[in-house]
Structures are given as C-alpha cells and as structure tokens.
C-alpha cells in the first residue's frame, strides 16, 4: 500500500486552512499534509510540487 498524503489549499493569504486540517487529521497523520495559500489557477504552487 502507497503512503496517504493529505492536501489543503485556500486561495489567499486572508483565508483559513483551520478547518480543511482538522479533518484531513482524522485521516491522515500531520506530517504527511502538505498545505498550499495560493491560487488554484495553476499548478505552479509550492505545496503541490511539493
């Protein structure tokens, strides 16, 4: 089985990622979610090339 890594994205600075984090924990252990506050837009992001 692959490893399970969790991601969370908000599109701004201003924004939360409180939320998205408290349940991917309930699925996946801390130090395998990578987090990303930026656009969407593209996939020049440095959590998703992460």
Request: aromatic share 6%; glycine share 8%.
């Amino acid at each position: 089985m692959g490893k399970v890594v969790g991601y969370a994205r908000v599109s701004s600075r201003e924004q939360n990622l409180d939320r998205q984090l408290i349940a991917l924990k309930k699925y996946v252990s801390e130090d395998m979610i990578v987090t990303d506050k930026a656009s969407g837009k593209d996939f020049n992001r440095p959590g998703i090339n992460h």
